[in-house]
């Protein structure tokens, strides 16, 4: 009888497409009524596993992975893209069908679009999806710092890299800082990136910490986290009027961080009856005479603030 042919189109196949495939004829007038044509397999060859895009530090280790299928077992090679592709050679194999790329000790340089191929010969070759990995170096971490209640602090950190994070926030004891008590201003020169954090005056006495993070869609790197000592007078000397061989005691204390304090007349040191202790300092004068008339102040100091 009459004789036909059809065809079965597939377009942009996946993976899910692979698979056994059967013609079935069926003829409504003749028995048996239908006929099966011998069963065809569709395989699939290729990347099955793209590398992934990572943001990461200066000096970190970086492993990309691509998985490949098969048979055959296809050869693999990595590639750095751009004007001119570069190969980066087969990575380390493990197994048949997959490779990685290991890139210790990344640097700015490191930065760029990475890519395997997996080429089965005769059979042609197929390529991933283009990774991009993002070096940046910090440059200059925040520095610890020590202010008074009443003044504000700054701290300062710069990244550099091939262009500008997505996203940086500053945060508190690994809680993000209220911009209603702080201000960030953010500035941007070649590779570089700085931030700058002003902290205003309404914390009170004690220790914090400060750190700032520079975040892209692939990942994020995190600055060293540094303290803030807000120090706090909770007693100052008074202006006192006093007579001629009466005693005199001045006090003065801060809240907040260990600190040194010193008693001056004068512009004067005052070693003779100053005791500390605990951060408060005390300034005894048995008899008043004429030459203790005068003006009185305190320094105090940390470390990091006098």
């Given at each position: 009888g009459d004789?036909?042919?059809?065809?079965?189109?597939?377009?942009?196949?996946?993976?899910?497409?692979?698979?056994?495939?059967?013609?079935?004829?069926?003829?409504?007038?003749?028995?048996?009524?239908?006929?099966?044509?011998?069963?065809?397999?569709?395989?699939?060859?290729?990347?099955?596993?793209?590398?992934?895009?990572?943001?990461?530090?200066?000096?970190?280790?970086?492993?990309?992975?691509?998985?490949?299928?098969?048979?055959?077992?296809?050869?693999?090679?990595?590639?750095?893209?751009?004007?001119?592709?570069?190969?980066?050679?087969?990575?380390?194999?493990?197994?048949?069908?997959?490779?990685?790329?290991?890139?210790?000790?990344?640097?700015?340089?490191?930065?760029?679009?990475?890519?395997?191929?997996?080429?089965?010969?005769?059979?042609?070759?197929?390529?991933?999806?283009?990774a991009t990995l993002t070096v940046r170096g910090i440059q200059s971490h925040p520095v610890a710092t020590t202010a008074v209640k009443t003044n504000s602090a700054k701290f300062t950190c710069v990244i550099r890299g091939d262009k500008p994070p997505a996203l940086i926030t500053w945060s508190r004891d690994?809680?993000?800082?209220?911009?209603?008590?702080?201000?960030?201003?953010?500035?941007?020169?070649?590779?570089?990136?700085?931030?700058v954090l002003t902290v205003d005056n309404a914390m009170t006495a004690g220790k914090y910490k400060f750190s700032a993070k520079f975040e892209d869609p692939e990942g994020e790197v995190v600055s060293n986290s540094v303290d803030l000592t807000v120090l706090e007078y909770t007693k100052e000397p008074q202006n006192t009027d006093t007579v001629l061989g009466y005693p005199l005691t001045l006090t003065c204390e801060v809240q907040g961080s260990p600190a040194s304090l010193k008693f001056y007349h004068n512009n004067t040191e005052v070693v003779s009856g100053v005791t500390t202790k605990n951060n408060q300092g005390t300034l005894e004068v048995d008899k008043v005479e004429l030459g203790s008339a005068g003006e009185y102040t305190v320094w105090w100091s940390t470390p990091l603030l006098s």
């Open positions: 004789g036909g042919v059809s065809e079965l189109l597939l377009k942009t196949v996946t993976w899910t497409t692979a698979g056994v495939y059967q013609c079935v004829v069926t003829y409504s007038d003749y028995t048996p009524p239908t006929y099966a044509a011998l069963p065809a397999t569709l395989s699939i060859r290729g990347v099955t596993q793209s590398p992934k895009s990572v943001v990461t530090e200066e000096g970190t280790d970086i492993t990309l992975t691509c998985l490949t299928t098969g048979p055959p077992v296809p050869s693999i090679t990595w590639w750095k893209t751009g004007a001119q592709d570069q190969d980066l050679g087969k990575g380390k194999l493990v197994g048949d069908y997959k490779s990685l790329l290991i890139l210790p000790s990344v640097d700015l340089t490191t930065t760029g679009d990475y890519k395997c191929t997996a080429d089965y010969n005769t059979l042609g070759s197929h390529g991933s999806q283009t690994d809680v993000a800082v209220d911009m209603a008590t702080a201000s960030v201003v953010k500035t941007t020169s070649g590779d570089d990136t700085t931030t």
